[in-house]
């Protein structure tokens, strides 16, 4: 698997996990706070393994944007904004 199809690969996979996580939030299975726990945890086991970094912050309209980047470079391989108010998590790939 060639590098840029395997940056799509993590970030697809990557993504996915958070949207589920994301989704107990939105349903209310989970409080902020084992949100942040268990995104803590997804780095932890997953993201770090592929040599990616997960960050996260809060944009002014309310949603939680993650930019998820290789550790080695820095780059930034994809941004993901989760809305609270929807359960909508979208993707924009940075990386190819």
């Not at 393994?49 to 980047?69: I, N």
């Not at 993901?80 to 998590?89: Q, W």
Request: proline fraction near 4%.
């Amino acid at each position: 698997m060639s590098a840029p199809d395997q940056a799509d690969s993590v970030c697809e996979e990557i993504s996915g996990e958070l949207r589920e996580i994301s989704g107990w939030l939105a349903a209310g299975k989970l409080d902020p706070e084992q949100f942040r726990l268990a995104v803590l945890a997804l780095e932890s086991t997953k993201v770090m393994r592929f040599g990616m970094k997960l960050t996260g912050s809060q944009t002014p309209d309310g949603l939680t944007r993650f930019s998820l980047k290789f550790a080695d470079t820095g780059e930034q391989c994809a941004m993901l904004d989760f809305n609270p108010a929807t359960g909508e998590l979208s993707r924009q790939q940075l990386c190819s």
